[in-house]
C-alpha cells in the first residue's frame, strides 16, 4: 500500500518542480549557488532518491519508457517571450516562401490560362506577397520557432500532392485535368499549410516528429502510385484516389509511429536518407526489366527498397538520438557520395542503367552507414554514463579507449623489484566515480 503511494508519473512531476529545475539549471551554467540554495538542493536530492527507491519496479520500468514523453509535454508549455530564443531568417527560408508563392501563381496562370505578360508577372507578384508575410500579416510571425516554419513548409508540400491527386481524381483524362490539379493542389497546399503552421504553433510537436509525418505522408502516395502501376491500372481516376488515399493512410501510420518512440530531428532525416537509398537500390535491381517493359511488377521492388529502408532507419535510430548537426552531416555527406558516383559513372561513360543507378545508391549507404555508426558509437557511449547516473544517483562518467589494448599488448610482462608480476596497467574502459 506505502508503494502505491509512489508512481512513475509522481516521481517525474516531482523531479520538475519548477524551484529544483531553476537551481540545477544555475549549477550548470557554472553561477554560484547561495548557501540557502545548496541547502535546498541538497534536501530535495535526498527526497528524490527515497522517493525514486520506493517506486515499484514497475513503476521504474514505466518511468524509463514513459519520461520521453512527458519530457515532451513540458515542452510544449511555451517560455516567456523574454526567454524564448529570437527567430531569424534564413536565406532558405526567404527562398522557399518566395518558390511556393512562385508556384501558387504558376497554378493561377494555368487555371486561368492565361497567355499573355501576366504569365510572367502573375507569379513573380505571387512570389512577392508570399516573402511580404511577416508585413502583411506580423501577428501571424508572433513567437515562432524554425518547428513552426519547417511544420508549415511541410503542409505546403504535402498539400501540393494531396490538392492535386484530388484534381486528377475528379477530372481524370478530361481535358481539364491539368487546370484541375494545379488549381485544388494550390488551394490544398496554402490551406494545409497554414492549418499546420497554426497547430505546430500551438501545440509544439518536436521537430522529429513533424519529419516522420513528412516522410510517412509521401512515402504512403509513392506506394499508392507504384501498387496501380504494379497492378497495370490505366484508369486515371484510380492514380488520384490511389495517391491521396495512400498519402492520408501514411500520415496516420507516421503519426503512431512518431508517438510510440520520440524520434529526433536527426533520426527522421537519416530515416529519409535510407528510404532514398532503398528506393535508388530497388531502382538498379530492377531496371532491365522495366525498360524490356516484361513486367509492370517489377515496380514494387523500389516500393519494397522505400519501406526496407524506412523499417532500418527506425529500428537502428532507437537509443541513439541523432542530433540535427549529425543528421543534416549524413545527409549533406550521402548527397555528395552519390554526385560522386554518379559523376564516376559519367567519365566512364557507362551505358547501364543499372550501374547508373546502382553504383551512386551503393556510395551513398556506404558512407551513410560509416557515419551513423560514428555517431552511434559517440551517442551510446554518452548515453551509457547518463543512465548510470540516473539509476545509481551517483555521477558515473565512462571513457571507453580501444587502442589500450594494442598498448597492452607491446608492454612487457615479468618480475619487478618487489617480487610481484608487472602486468598491463593501461585501461580500455574506465570509470570514474564522483560522490
Keep these: 500500500m506505502a508503494q502505491s503511494l509512489y508512481s512513475a508519473r509522481g516521481y517525474w512531476e516531482e523531479s520538475n518542480k519548477l524551484t529544483y529545475k531553476e537551481i540545477k539549471t544555475k549549477e550548470s551554467y557554472g553561477e554560484e549557488l547561495t548557501a540557502e ?29 514513459m519520461r520521453e514523453q512527458w ?13 524564448a530564443s529570437e527567430f531569424e531568417w534564413r536565406g532558405r527560408d526567404r527562398f522557399v516562401s518566395i518558390a511556393y508563392g512562385f508556384s501558387y501563381g504558376l497554378a493561377t496562370v494555368a ?7 501576366g504569365a510572367i508577372g502573375i507569379p513573380l507578384v505571387m512570389g512577392g506577397l ?29 498539400g501540393w500532392v494531396y490538392g492535386g491527386s484530388l484534381g486528377i481524381l475528379i477530372a481524370g483524362e478530361s481535358e481539364s485535368s491539368g487546370r484541375a490539379a494545379a488549381g485544388l493542389g494550390a488551394l490544398s497546399s496554402i490551406a494545409l499549410g497554414e492549418w499546420a503552421f497554426q497547430k505546430q504553433k500551438r501545440e ?22 507504384s501498387t496501380l502501376g504494379a497492378l497495370r491500372v490505366e484508369n486515371t481516376n484510380a492514380y488520384g484516389a490511389g495517391i491521396l488515399g495512400g498519402g492520408i493512410l501514411g500520415l496516420v501510420v507516421g503519426n503512431q509511429q512518431s508517438l510510440k518512440y520520440p524520434y529526433t530531428l536527426g533520426d527522421a532525416e537519416n530515416t529519409t536518407i535510407l528510404s532514398l537509398i532503398g528506393t535508388g537500390l530497388g531502382f538498379a535491381i530492377a531496371s532491365e526489366a522495366l525498360s524490356d517493359g516484361n513486367s509492370s511488377a517489377v515496380i514494387l521492388i523500389p516500393a519494397a527498397g522505400s519501406v526496407l529502408g524506412t523499417i532500418v532507419g527506425h529500428r537502428s535510430a532507437r537509443g541513439v538520438y541523432l542530433t540535427k548537426k549529425q543528421g543534416s552531416t549524413i ?30 545508391s551503393a556510395l551513398a549507404l556506404i558512407t551513410q552507414q560509416i557515419l551513423f555508426q560514428k555517431f552511434k558509437n559517440e551517442n551510446m557511449s554518452k548515453t551509457l554514463g547518463e543512465r548510470i547516473n540516473e539509476k545509481s544517483g551517483l555521477d558515473f562518467s565512462v571513457n571507453i579507449n580501444p587502442e589500450n589494448y ?12 618487489m617480487g610481484f608480476n608487472l602486468t598491463p596497467s593501461q585501461p580500455i574502459v574506465g570509470l570514474s566515480l564522483k560522490f
Design 406 to 417: 594494442f598498448i597492452n599488448q607491446r608492454m612487457p610482462v615479468g618480475p619487478s623489484a
Design 130 to 158: 508570399w516573402a511580404l508575410g511577416p508585413v502583411i500579416n506580423p501577428k501571424k510571425f508572433d513567437d515562432i520557432t524554425r518547428s513552426v516554419v519547417r511544420a508549415g513548409n511541410t503542409g505546403r508540400l504535402l
Design 204 to 225: 509544439n510537436y518536436s521537430e522529429g516528429h513533424v519529419e516522420t509525418l513528412r516522410h510517412y505522408g509521401l512515402l504512403g502516395s509513392w506506394l499508392g502510385a
Design 37 to 65: 540554495e545548496l541547502e535546498y538542493m541538497n534536501d530535495y536530492e535526498v527526497y528524490l532518491n527515497r522517493y525514486f527507491d520506493r517506486l515499484s519496479e514497475e513503476e521504474k520500468n514505466k518511468y524509463y519508457q
Design 331 to 360: 545527409g549533406y555527406s550521402t548527397a555528395g557520395a552519390a554526385l560522386l558516383g554518379l559523376g564516376i559513372m559519367a567519365i566512364a561513360e557507362s551505358e547501364s542503367a543499372t550501374a547508373i543507378i546502382g553504383v551512386p
Design 71 to 83: 519530457d515532451r509535454e513540458l515542452s510544449n508549455i511555451k517560455a516567456p517571450a523574454s526567454e
Design 111 to 117: 487555371v486561368f490560362e492565361v497567355d499573355n505578360v
